[in-house]
């Protein structure tokens, strides 16, 4: 049986965008969740580029 787990993080500070830690955190709790490598990811960008949230798909 396929599991479907979906991880989002937003940004604290979506104008500013998200930070290296905050991007590591979303890293180490999908390792934690043991979801393979291959796991594609969606990010949403704002104007100027800045990551303001990321989840997996």
């Given at each position: 049986m396929d599991r479907s787990i979906t991880l989002t993080s937003?940004?604290?500070d979506k104008r500013e965008?998200?930070?290296l830690e905050e991007l590591a955190?979303?890293?180490a709790e999908?390792?934690?969740l043991q979801l393979p490598d291959g796991?594609?990811?969606?990010?949403?960008a704002g104007?100027?580029?800045?990551i303001k949230?990321?989840?997996t798909h």
């Open positions: 937003d940004a604290v965008g998200m930070t955190a979303f890293v999908a390792y934690a796991t594609r990811i969606r990010v949403e104007f100027r580029q800045q949230q990321i989840k």
